[in-house]
């Protein structure tokens, strides 16, 4: 049974509306079962580690020249060395917290959360219209990966979106 709440909606749902442009820009480290890799050097059939099964097999793995909204994450702001780095995401890349934002935002312990809803103007910042390379990581279904030291969604497919709505 989902709670009935004013002005929040599912996150899928929000995601399908949105035609939202996700992934990880180019130089982002992604925890494989071989190590930290960058996440250009990924290829079809390697395996990640992954917060949901423990290990994925990548499926696909698209590159992409983007221009989207960004948000710039200052290294330790969304808790101890989370991220571990500066990292910059596309503002629609669904971001896991659990802690007191998670609360804040949704009521929930954690949730999936788009950047651009922890944007604050100090640590975490709103940067318009920039030109990117993004990889959408394809797994045999979206699952939360570690990337940079936070917990990202990978790719989420046309069928998982339509399943969600």
Not at 30 to 37: P, R, W
Not at 110 to 125: K, N, S, T
């Amino acid at each position: 049974m989902k709670p009935q709440t004013v002005g929040r909606e599912d996150v899928m749902t929000r995601l399908a509306r949105e035609n939202a442009r996700t992934g990880l820009v180019a130089g982002s480290i992604v925890m494989t079962l071989e190590g930290e890799m960058p996440v250009e050097m990924l290829a079809h059939g390697d395996r990640i580690i992954t917060r949901d099964t423990g290990m994925a097999t990548i499926r696909d793995i698209r590159r992409k020249a983007i221009t989207c909204d960004m948000v710039a994450v200052m290294a330790g702001s969304l808790g101890h060395t989370r991220p571990d780095r500066d990292v910059i995401l596309p503002a629609d890349q669904r971001v896991l917290i659990r802690d007191w934002r998670a609360e804040a935002l949704t009521g929930q312990k954690q949730a999936l959360i788009p950047a651009r809803d922890l944007v604050d103007g100090e640590f975490v910042q709103l940067r318009k219209d920039m030109q990117v390379t993004v990889y959408e990581i394809e797994l045999d279904h979206a699952q939360v990966i570690y990337a940079d030291g936070l917990e990202v969604t990978s790719f989420i497919t046309a069928e998982e979106l339509a399943q969600a709505t």
